[in-house]
């Protein structure tokens, strides 16, 4: 298991600890935690796998064009 699969497994065990409450036991308010919660709250078609969180969370976002004004 690579490192960001235990962060993902990680996450996913705080947030099911904490049940309906909505914060993590660690307290964490992150991008990648908020990430995975709102995946673990989603379902049906639209639920993404762990290997697709990992991808969402290395993507590095770039404005694409000139952006001088």
Do not use: Y
Request: aromatic share 6%; glycine share 8%.
């Amino acid at each position: 298991m690579n490192f960001m699969q235990a962060q993902v497994n990680e996450r996913k065990a705080e947030i099911h600890s904490t049940g309906e409450t909505g914060a993590t036991t660690s307290g964490r308010s992150d991008a990648f935690t908020l990430l995975v919660k709102a995946n673990e709250d989603e379902g049906g078609k639209f639920k993404l796998d762990d290997q697709e969180l990992v991808c969402l969370s290395r993507h590095q976002w770039r404005p694409r064009g000139n952006l001088d004004i």
